[in-house]
């Protein structure tokens, strides 16, 4: 019997890992209960009668921290979620029965890259900077490619280089570079099915104002039904020069959770 695996292999065919590696003090929103990981039994502490013994670790963490996925159940506007339920009556058992993590189907999806530094002939977008909807769309016609209903669609904006930073709130202070409202109708209105970035929140955070408004989250998970993921790592996927490719993207299945760690893979 033939093996499909090395079918794929002999074909050429590659992927990239979009997921960022999950430390205790990475780069994240502190909007979210942080990521810990910890060793509470090591080798040794119980030994088996056979000399043997295994070490078992813990993590906890929130399920919005490293490279993650929004479910639409994570955002409401206005006291209400995505198709109009009452937010401050949802949770487990009902309304994020619907929505929750788990509601989100494996992604096997025509994945698109918009690498906004590669159109803009700089290594990344300055802290604060809005991407635009001609961005998008310049970066878009550079590769002869059209944004489609049910795409994954990745914007770069090269702020992921500074996860190698390693402080946790690295620029908060100084804003996060992102789309903004606009661009979120922009993605809307072309049907697609998740938009993500290589950032902490996905879409603009203006200098010194944090978290105060998200715009393009009420635009996609609440208008539009439109998932986010966050905290990517495009870096490889541009150097690459890879801006079309098959996306697979699971998300664990937690019942109701809000969002959940992924690692998603781009096969080419
Ligand atoms: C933000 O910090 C906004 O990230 P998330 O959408 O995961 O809450």
Known sequence: MSDPLLHLVQAGVRYVDLGRQLRTGMPQSPNHPAFHHSLPRRHGDMERADGGSAANDMISTGTHVGTHIDALAHVSQDGRLHGGADAREAGLGGRFDELGVHTIAPMLRRGVLLDIPGLL?????????????????????????????????????????????????????????????????????????????????????????????????????????????????????????????????????????TGSPVRPLAVF
Do not use: M
């Open 121 to 257: 002939g700089i290594e990344r977008c300055a802290d604060g900077y809005e991407i635009t909807v001609a961005d998008l769309e310049a970066a878009a016609a550079r590769r002869g490619l059209e944004v489609g209903a049910g795409d994954v669609v990745l914007v770069r904006s090269g702020w992921g280089q500074r996860f190698a930073e390693g402080a946790p709130y690295v620029g908060l202070d100084s804003g996060v570079p992102g789309i903004g409202e606009a661009g979120a109708h922009w993605l809307a209105d072309r049907g697609v099915h998740a938009a993500g970035a290589d950032t902490i929140a996905f879409e603009r955070l203006a200098p010194g104002g944090g978290h105060a408004t998200l715009p393009a989250h009420r635009v996609l998970l609440v208008e539009h039904g439109v998932y986010i993921i966050e905290a990517l790592d495009l870096e490889e996927l541009a150097r690459e020069d890879r801006h079309e490719f098959t996306l697979v993207l699971i998300p664990l299945n937690i019942y109701g959770a």
